[in-house]
């Protein structure tokens, strides 16, 4: 069985201070995904890297994946309350066959709150 | 917003009483997928659909069955409900497998209390 470790669990900071997220296996994946969820909704995606060493930026979120694909950060600068949320990553292993059905790992999930 | 409905949204059962959930898409996705959310687990998965008909197992399959009859309709079933079975659960859709780098798009989640 495949696990995503992600850390920490909670995370509670002020406005304006610079934050990490971190996502660690000890399995490969074949890409990494970064969604957000809001209390109430589902899960949105954020970004998706693919290939090791990745590093992709969205605004504030900068987003890596470990050179040998097994772990992944997110990094906020200057977080905002509006980045308040539950972070969560998860990892593709493709599992091939006639299903080609690429099986995601969720981690736990990472529940960010900022203040104002 | 991707195209995704699940209905009821709230449901309060009792313990062995039949739930079933609905999960409609109007985006012509071929796989469909059905998680549960619990606190401190993530997203685990349930079954899964690659098209009509075509549905295997995911980790936490045990006392969920489900069924695909058409492309834009994927039923969860608990055939007899638990306390265990309390959750919040959420269908979800992609285009591509998830493996793929293919994006799931999911649904707002149907939260099911058994008593």
């Known amino acids: 069985t495949q696990l995503l470790e992600q850390s920490p669990q909670f995370l509670s900071i002020q406005e304006g201070e610079n934050l990490t997220v971190y996502c660690n296996s000890s399995?490969?994946?074949?890409?990494l995904q970064w969604y957000r969820q809001e209390p109430g909704e589902g899960p949105v995606l954020l970004v998706t890297v693919v290939t090791g060493g990745e590093v992709k930026k969205l605004k504030r979120l900068t987003f890596q994946f470990g050179d040998a694909r097994k772990d992944s950060s997110l990094h906020i600068t200057a977080a905002q309350p509006g980045d308040t949320g539950l972070y969560l990553c998860a990892g593709a292993t493709w599992v091939g066959g006639g299903t080609s059905y690429g099986k995601l790992t969720f981690g736990q999930g990472t529940i960010l709150t900022v203040h104002p | 917003d991707a195209g995704i409905t699940q209905s009821p949204r709230h449901k309060v059962t009792e313990t062995g009483t039949p739930v079933t959930l609905r999960c409609h898409q109007t985006e012509n996705h071929r796989y469909m997928y059905w998680y549960r959310q619990d606190p401190g687990h993530g997203l685990r998965l349930i079954h899964y659909s690659y098209g009509v008909k075509d549905t295997d197992k995911g980790e936490v399959s045990d006392g969920y069955s489900v069924s695909r009859s058409k492309t834009e309709d994927f039923l969860l079933t608990l055939e007899s409900a638990t306390s265990s079975q309390t959750s919040v659960y959420f269908c979800?859709?992609?285009?591509f497998g998830g493996g793929n780098t293919g994006e799931l798009f999911f649904g707002e989640g149907s939260r099911l209390t058994v008593l």
């Open positions: 979800a859709i992609s285009e």
């Open positions: 399995s490969v994946f074949s890409s």
